[in-house]
């Protein structure tokens, strides 16, 4: 069973839409961290956010805001007001605490259109 | 300010032939992993090494071995290349997570793009 599923493949908006993109996760871990990657077209992984199980607060970072809830087992991410910038892969991930392993899922691509 | 570099950059290699790519990182980690990422796969956990001497499985091992070489080092071994191996190699570090730690992500290098004719 996938451990980190990122169902939506590909999204196209246009520039200035907010988009959200899912991820939903599965662990029998009590302890676990989520993170959001982004991959740009130039291949490099780049960090966006890291929440650990014991901390449910949304969180937003400029454009950027993730909505964690353990009762659905999600981990969304929205882009407000999207940027062509914003094209990318973007991975969500998980570490089970214990065993020291990430899952990632298989990616959203975003296209943003201008 | 190196963080994680991967050797080599690109490789092709035939059919059988053996192959190490490398990686190390200076930020002092004491985790390191290797990773494969293909087409609508996302990344998927080839090995990892959780401390200097010890590795272990991850998702997808067969065909690789590593070597955590010292607490820098961490090397990826095909030992008889086959096509179904060619991808995008990424290595990555971290601390060891802790409860309660701060912001302790991977770190990816930038990449090994391998091709197997």
């Known amino acids: 069973a996938q451990k980190v599923t990122q169902a939506q493949t590909e999204i196209s908006v246009v520039e200035k839409e907010d988009v959200t993109l899912d991820c939903v996760y599965e662990t029998r871990d009590t302890t676990y961290y989520l993170f959001w990657y982004k991959q740009p077209p130039s291949g490099e992984l780049v960090f966006l956010i890291r929440r650990n199980s014991f901390d449910e607060q949304n969180e937003i970072s400029g454009r950027y805001s993730w909505n964690f809830q353990k009762s659905t087992s999600s981990f969304n991410f929205t882009i407000t007001a999207s940027q062509v910038v914003d094209s990318a892969v973007y991975f969500c991930?998980?570490?089970?605490?214990?065993?020291?392993?990430?899952?990632f899922g298989s990616g959203t691509k975003l296209n943003v259109k201008p | 300010n190196a963080g994680v570099t991967q050797t080599p950059k690109f490789q092709v290699l035939k059919t059988g032939q053996s192959m190490t790519l490398q990686c190390a990182q200076d930020?002092?980690?004491?985790?390191m992993y290797w990773y494969r990422q293909d087409p609508g796969m996302g990344l998927r956990l080839i090995y990892y090494s959780a401390s200097e001497g010890t590795t272990d499985k991850g998702e997808v091992p067969n065909g690789y071995n590593v070597s955590r070489l010292n607490k820098r080092e961490f090397s990826l071994r095909l030992e008889s290349a086959a096509p179904s191996q060619t991808s995008v190699y990424f290595c990555?570090?971290?601390?060891?997570?802790?409860?309660?730690?701060?912001?302790?992500?991977?770190?990816f290098g930038d990449g090994t793009r391998l091709s197997i004719l």
């Open positions: 930020m002092n980690h004491n985790s």
């Open positions: 990555a570090s971290s601390e060891t997570v802790n409860r309660g730690a701060g912001d302790q992500p991977q770190h």
């Open positions: 991930a998980l570490l089970e605490y214990n065993f020291n392993k990430f899952y």
